[in-house]
């Protein structure tokens, strides 16, 4: 019995140290910055909207993954007079890796989003500039019912401290303003 506890304890050990190495690793050798044109260009090509991210990018590996983004600023689309939709003055995001890797499942933890500064507004013509707009033909993806694979997304919540919103509708000759969110 006591061969069995050492055995179970330097496995677990083993597990812990490298664990820890790996953590360390990823520090060392992982920039972040450098994907952060494809992380815009991503959203963009997505969006159609223009991500721009104005502070750095940081790595956190314990308790959980995740990443830290200092200011950043997500545009209106094509034509309209204010160039900015959206202000976050810091955002971070957890993630948890191993239902990702063993499941294809992508948990989040708690996104906590500082200084929002959310500009919605509604033209006189109906359009308004939080409509991402529909999907086309061109992103359906044509695959079999046999291999569909249905896609998990688990967000445990999402947190705004000092928020701002701003509503402005040109029908109706309204705005609305609402400060100090939490």
Do not use: H
């Amino acid at each position: 019995m006591k061969i069995l506890i050492k055995w179970l304890a330097i496995a677990v050990g083993t597990v812990v140290v490298l664990s820890l190495a790996l953590s360390f690793a990823v520090l060392l050798l992982v920039d972040p910055n450098d994907y952060r044109d494809e992380i815009a260009a991503a959203v963009e090509e997505q969006t159609g909207r223009k991500l721009t991210i104005d502070g750095e990018l940081d790595l956190d590996v314990f308790p959980c993954c995740g990443v830290s983004l200092g200011p950043l600023a997500l545009g209106n689309p094509a034509g309209w007079q204010q160039e900015k939709f959206a202000e976050i003055g810091r955002a971070e995001v957890d993630v948890q890796v191993l239902p990702l890797l063993l499941d294809q499942e992508l948990r989040v933890g708690e996104i906590r989003l500082d200084g929002l500064d959310l500009r919605l507004v509604q033209r006189a013509d109906g359009s308004t500039n939080w409509d991402f707009g529909a999907a086309t033909d061109e992103d359906d993806i044509d695959i079999s019912d046999d291999e569909a694979v249905e896609p998990s997304l688990d967000i445990a919540g999402i947190s705004v401290t000092n928020g701002k919103l701003v509503y402005n509708d040109n029908i109706a000759g309204d705005e609305i303003r609402l400060t100090n969110i939490n």
